[in-house]
């Protein structure tokens, strides 16, 4: 089973409001990842961190924001949700050096 | 140049059957070919990789082929099951060590 933990699994919320999705790795990783999926199609790198303190933009522009103040954990948070924010967010981690991602199960965003 | 390209974007075969799976790549740095296998309302799971250096790797049912020269690769799988139905990630590792996946492919092995 992966080590990667997301939460929620689903969460329907109303424009406008804030919200954070949360992810957690128990593996000591220093490499996560988020990333935008529409149901089963293309996966669109939003944000990635190296480590602790570390966050950088990925190729597809994003309203949200993430934080990396421990190694193990990594949350994503919109600032105000709205409709097009609807999709699953998916996150990732991998060791230096290492020869795949571990990807969490995702949350499914429904933005009302 | 950091593109990995797939095809097709989805695929119907029988049971038994034997779908394949293509990818290319104009980055000569990438290093590392993984393909990722994807359940609905799951994340993607590693299912088998190469490196460049190999022209094949099998495990079990699934098998990679790959062409250095024409920057190619394919995903084949044998024997095809309806637990096989899933969505297929090609991947390639840059200089950078993160992953560069593909479109994806829907694959539905009917009964």
């Known amino acids: 089973e992966a080590d990667i933990y997301q939460t929620p699994r689903y969460l329907v919320i109303g424009t406008g409001k804030k919200i954070t999705l949360e992810c957690s790795q128990t593996?000591?990783?220093?490499?996560m990842y988020w990333y935008q999926q529409d149901p089963g199609m293309e996966l669109h790198l939003i944000h990635y961190?190296?480590?602790?303190?570390?966050?950088e933009k990925g190729d597809l522009s994003s309203e949200s924001t993430v934080s990396r103040i421990r190694t193990e954990h990594f949350p994503l948070t919109l600032e105000s949700a709205r409709p097009s924010h609807t999709s699953q967010y998916l996150c990732?981690?991998?060791?230096?050096?290492?020869?795949?991602?571990?990807f969490g199960s995702g949350t499914r965003l429904t933005v009302v | 140049q950091q593109q990995v390209k797939q095809s097709p974007q989805s695929l119907i075969v029988q049971k038994g059957g034997i779908p394949i799976i293509n990818c290319a790549y104009e980055?000569?740095?990438?290093?590392?070919f993984p393909w990722y296998q994807q359940f609905p309302g799951k994340g993607p799971a590693l299912l088998i990789a190469?490196?460049?250096?190999?022209s094949e790797k099998k495990e079990g049912r699934f098998t990679i082929s790959f062409n250095k020269s024409a920057k190619q690769f394919s995903l084949h799988i044998m024997d095809s099951q309806p637990g096989d139905s899933a969505t297929y990630f090609c991947?390639?590792?840059?200089?950078?060590?993160?992953?560069?996946f593909g479109p994806g492919t829907r694959l539905s092995v009917l009964p």
């Open positions: 990732a981690s991998s060791e230096q050096g290492g020869y795949g991602y571990t």
């Open positions: 593996m000591g990783h220093d490499k």
């Open positions: 961190s190296y480590g602790v303190n570390s966050t």
């Open positions: 980055n000569t740095a990438f290093d590392y």
């Open positions: 190469i490196r460049p250096d190999v």
């Open positions: 991947a390639a590792r840059d200089y950078g060590q993160n992953f560069v």
